[in-house]
């Protein structure tokens, strides 16, 4: 799982949570002059649930900090980073609008399990009734 942040503030309160859980991660800057805090999908259940809620109300505070921040808020787009079939990794882009009404409903992790499950089925050479689709 990856989690954005363009505040060092709040990515070290996210680090410090993830280092009280016992949760490995990495940072790394990225492509947008923010940073990616990484860590292993196989995480349990709960411990998932915590970080998701405590990144859920540091992205608030983020969207609120970028709201108040001159020509931060030229563009309202989300990006959910797929790995595909063949190992690469992609950002599919969304409208911000669409991922809000999105993360109303499901957590981060199963916004990227959707995005990523239709990356792969596009992958396929397949087009036709799913009642015919091969199964592997």
């Known amino acids: ?4 942040f363009f505040d060092d503030d709040l990515q070290t309160r996210f680090t410090a949570l993830l280092d009280s859980l ?29 970080i998701d809620a405590e990144y859920d109300a540091l992205f608030e505070e983020q969207a609120a900090l970028a ?8 563009r309202r787009v989300a990006g959910v980073q797929v790995r595909l079939a063949d190992g690469s990794e992609r950002t599919v882009a969304l409208d911000a609008r669409l991922s809000n009404r999105l993360l109303e409903h499901f957590s981060a992790e199963e ?4 995005v990523g499950a239709i990356a792969e089925s596009l992958s396929r050479d397949y087009n036709g009734p799913l009642c015919k689709f091969p199964l592997e």
């Open 1 to 4: 799982m990856d989690y954005s």
């Open 111 to 114: 916004v990227s399990e959707l």
């Open 22 to 50: 016992n949760v490995p991660w990495t940072a790394k800057a990225d492509a947008m002059e923010g940073t990616t805090v990484r860590i292993d999908d196989d995480i349990a259940d709960e411990t998932a649930d915590l």
């Open 67 to 74: 709201e108040t921040r001159p020509g931060w808020i030229t």
